[in-house]
Every structure is written in structure tokens, then in C-alpha cells.
């Protein structure tokens, strides 16, 4: 999932601008108004980037922007932020990689490449699906991989034997 945080000139208040589907957010927003904070403090927007974050990205009333998604949204998010010189930061695109040397320790290095990849199902912006093998080891450690994987449990998110649970959506499923 994808957050524009956005900073407000008077300092103590925050929009988070969520991708196109919210599902979490929405959750933190119902534990915010648990927790007691004033109403306008933590100010979440949902819509998509092209509308709700354009306008947010070129707002001269918002200071700062941190943005974590594509190389091309962030080069629109810096676009929008020069208008008004804005503070931005930015964590872009890019795939995160397991690099595996034939004299790690194998086994601990087959569970948690499997795990940098599946965990949480695959959806977060860190998942670790880039692997990088030595090649004296290359085959073996492939093959070993999908044989381990094959014992992660696909079920539903509330079970918690289950590894792989529900995407959020039809594009998260082709892409899994």
C-alpha cells in the first residue's frame, strides 16, 4: 500500500493521502478517534493520485511531502512540490534483494528469502522479490525455494496457520 504524508504550515496536523484502496487506513483512522485525538489533527484522504494527490502535492498551504511509490508518481509528487518549494522525501520504486552467497547459512537463508517475498502476502513495498544466487548454488537453492514455499498454507487472512491470504486486488493477483 502506497501513504502520502503530508505536513500542514501550522506544524501539528497531518493528511495521509492512501492509495486507491484504504482498507488499513480506515482502521487507524477508527483507533485515532479511540485514541482521543482532537478532530483535524490526523486528516486522511482517499481518491486517486492523479486528483486527491496532485492537489495535495501542489497545495502552498502543505510544508512537506513523504511519498513512497513509483519512480514516475514521485517525479510528478517533485514537479507538483516546486511550485511552492515544498520538503519532499521520497522512498521510490526499485525491487528490495536477497543476496545469497554459496557460503551462508543455507537453510536460514532459503526460509527468510521465502519470507522476505510472501510475507504479508507479498503487498508491501519492501517485499523481497529480487534474489540474487550465487551460481555454484543457483539450481539447488531454486528448486529448494519452491519446495519450501509449496508449504505455506493459502487460506483466509483470519487463520492464522495461513501464510498467504486475500490480495486486495485483481492487479496484486497478477502480479502475485
Known amino acids: 500500500?502506497?501513504?502520502?504524508?503530508?505536513?500542514?504550515?501550522s506544524r501539528n496536523?497531518?493528511?495521509i493521502k492512501t492509495s486507491e484502496r484504504p482498507i488499513s487506513l480506515i482502521a487507524f483512522r477508527e483507533l485515532i478517534q479511540e485514541a482521543g485525538f482532537p478532530d483535524g489533527v490526523v486528516n486522511i484522504v482517499t481518491g486517486h493520485g492523479t486528483i486527491a494527490g496532485d492537489a495535495l502535492s501542489s497545495h502552498p498551504d502543505v510544508d512537506?511531502?513523504?511519498?513512497?511509490g513509483s519512480t514516475a508518481v514521485g517525479r510528478k509528487v517533485i514537479q507538483n512540490s516546486a511550485v511552492n518549494i515544498k520538503k519532499v522525501t521520497l522512498e521510490l520504486g526499485g525491487k528490495s534483494a536477497n543476496i545469497i552467497f554459496s557460503d551462508a547459512d543455507y537453510e536460514n537463508a532459503l526460509q527468510n528469502a521465502a519470507n522476505?517475498?510472501?510475507w504479508n502476502t507479498g503487498q508491501v513495498c519492501f517485499a523481497?522479490?529480487?534474489l540474487f544466487v550465487e551460481k555454484r548454488i543457483y539450481d539447488k537453492f531454486l528448486s529448494d525455494l519452491a519446495e519450501y514455499s509449496k508449504n505455506y498454507k493459502v487460506g483466509n487472512g483470519f487463520d492464522e496457520s495461513a501464510v498467504i491470504g486475500p490480495l486486495i486486488s485483481e492487479k496484486q493477483k497478477k502480479v502475485f
Open 1 to 9: 500500500m502506497q501513504y502520502e504524508i503530508l505536513h500542514t504550515r
Open 128 to 130: 523481497g522479490s529480487r
Open 64 to 68: 512537506k511531502i513523504a511519498f513512497t
Open 13 to 15: 496536523t497531518v493528511v
Open 116 to 118: 522476505a517475498v510472501f
